[in-house]
């Protein structure tokens, strides 16, 4: 997406000065680009039409997750001898040991949202409770936050 902002420069500069010309009075930032017009496209209209199948299946990849890690922590207090506690780490019974795609695609797939939701404004906001979220972040986290009451 970048080398593509990059092999059109003179077109965005060109499309940027057209709108600041036409609309002085408004905001002229964040300006226009590629990758923004894309991002754009991409939640009208891919987005939009698998939002309800996405976020379904991300919810019941946790809940799976979630049922695994409680019979995990089970498992682990039924031991009682620490040949028990080694027993569960030769096992993988602690979630930080686990070595698994499950873990790498639900971190990229957080990501992703996110950096999809972020703009050029928004982004210095990342971790801040003033971070304001849109679309498709703030569908996620209402998800998140619904599975972790």
Not at 18 to 42: G, N, Q, V
Not at 89 to 117: C, H, I, N, P, W
């Amino acid at each position: 997406m970048m080398e593509l902002d990059r092999t059109f420069d003179l077109l965005i500069k060109t499309v940027n000065e057209c709108y600041e010309t036409l609309y002085p009075d408004l905001c002229h930032y964040p300006k226009f680009s590629f990758s923004r017009a894309m991002i754009t496209l991409w939640k009208c209209k891919v987005y939009s039409k698998i939002k309800e199948n996405l976020l379904e299946a991300f919810m019941e990849l946790m809940q799976e997750w979630r049922s695994s890690e409680i019979t995990a922590g089970k498992k682990l207090t039924e031991e009682k001898t620490g040949s028990g506690l080694k027993k569960a780490r030769d096992e993988g019974l602690f979630a930080e040991e686990k070595e698994g795609k499950e873990v790498e695609l639900v971190g990229s797939f957080v990501q992703t949202m996110v950096d999809l939701s972020v703009n050029e404004l928004t982004v210095h906001y990342l971790g801040s409770t003033k971070l304001v979220l849109v679309a498709p972040y703030k569908d996620l986290s209402k998800i998140i936050f619904k599975l972790t009451k």
